[in-house]
């Protein structure tokens, strides 16, 4: 069955990265983009951008362009997702989803917290 | 970017009622709209996509409408389960976007 699964919590002083992973199971990874998503207390679901799993190209929302970064490890099935300068308005949960034309499975979240 | 508003933003409801949640596009996207659930602590889950089409394995009671610019989610017979929130989202554009999502309450 077609899983995803990203790594754990995280806290991070403003300035810090984050590096979330999202491990990919049950299907080809490289058929799929991934999609990331993050949502913020209160807040509604925002799209970050998108990986092309079997290219490599990148697709970053403009609000993120400089400081997200998308990876993938085709060998691995894992995409990444690495968020720098973080701030305070970074806390949120971030998720992954496998997406092409229907985004039908997404990843538990993880959140991260960014605190003095 | 396309914005997406989305009433109510919560609502109240018994177990065996229809309920309706709207999504409206400040420009026309087209049939390029799903609907998630989503419950506490947990990820969204895909119910409809492309305006009407049910996601496998979800319930019939689900049903969704609309075209271009006006979109509806109904419950047609509310179940204890659905109590959830429930948001939309576009992908007609090349960055997709979310409604501000509806709380579904007993």
């Known amino acids: 069955q077609v899983q995803l699964v990203q790594s754990g919590a995280e806290v991070k002083k403003p300035g810090a990265s984050v590096k979330v992973s999202c491990k990919a199971s049950g299907y080809t990874f490289t058929n799929y983009a991934m999609h990331w998503v993050r949502q913020a207390p209160g807040q509604r679901l925002e799209w970050m951008g998108w990986?092309?799993?079997?290219?490599?190209?990148?697709k970053y929302s403009q609000k993120f362009q400089g400081r997200v970064t998308f990876t993938r490890d085709t060998s691995a099935t894992t995409a990444y997702m690495e968020l720098i300068s973080l701030r305070s308005e970074d806390t949120a949960v971030y998720y992954c989803a496998r997406g092409m034309a229907t985004w039908d499975y997404w990843g538990q979240g993880t959140l991260v917290t960014v605190s003095s | 970017d396309i914005q997406i508003t989305q009433s109510p933003s919560s609502l109240s409801a018994s177990v065996g009622d229809r309920v309706t949640i709207t999504c409206r596009a400040s420009q026309s996207i087209s049939s390029y709209l799903s609907w998630y659930q989503q419950k506490p602590g947990k990820a969204p889950k895909l119910l409809i996509h492309a305006t009407s089409r049910l996601q496998s394995g979800v319930p019939s009671r689900f049903i969704g409408g609309g075209s271009g610019t006006d979109f509806t989610l109904t419950i047609s017979s509310l179940q204890p389960e659905d109590f959830a929130t429930y948001h939309c989202q576009q992908t007609y554009s090349a960055h997709p976007t979310f409604g501000g999502g509806t709380r579904v309450e007993i």
């Open positions: 990986i092309n799993a079997y290219t490599g190209d990148t």
